[in-house]
């Protein structure tokens, strides 16, 4: 599967943004999908992840009640709402997904095998 992020961009501290990622492909349902971010001199860090069912979904805490991650199967893409942004969640936003990810690795990086090429997320104080 080939993954497109795209959404990113240059926000005030306190605003939203919303990052989607196009899968190609026809098995996008079965897909785990997860957002990661690398943060400049930072090593990467998990974000959220939602499982094919629509219901199942985790968060890292620190976005807890700010992000939330949804999917749509019939349009191939996953979104990652941004609300109440903060400086410091610049970052480079990746998408990732995998068949093969379970509700313990969910948060892992290495348990995704399909990653895009990222989208910039600067928020200014």
């Known amino acids: 599967v080939q993954l497109q992020a795209s959404g990113g961009g240059l926000v005030q501290a306190g605003g939203s943004l919303r990052l989607s990622c196009a899968a190609s492909?026809?098995?996008?349902?079965?897909?785990?999908m997860g957002w990661f971010r690398q943060a400049p001199e930072k090593e990467r860090e998990f974000v959220a992840a939602?499982?094919?069912?629509?219901?199942?979904?985790l968060y890292a805490d620190s976005v807890k009640g700010r992000f939330t991650i949804s999917r749509d199967n019939a349009k191939n893409t996953v979104y990652l709402q941004m609300n109440s942004l903060k400086p410091e969640d610049t970052a480079v936003y990746y998408c990732?997904?995998?068949?093969?990810?379970?509700?313990?690795?969910?948060?892992?990086?290495?348990?995704?095998?399909?990653w895009g090429q990222g989208t910039l997320v600067t928020v200014s104080s």
């Open positions: 990732a997904a995998d068949e093969s990810v379970i509700t313990s690795t969910m948060a892992v990086g290495s348990g995704y095998g399909y």
């Open positions: 939602i499982k094919r069912s629509y219901s199942s979904t």
């Open positions: 492909g026809r098995t996008f349902s079965r897909y785990v």
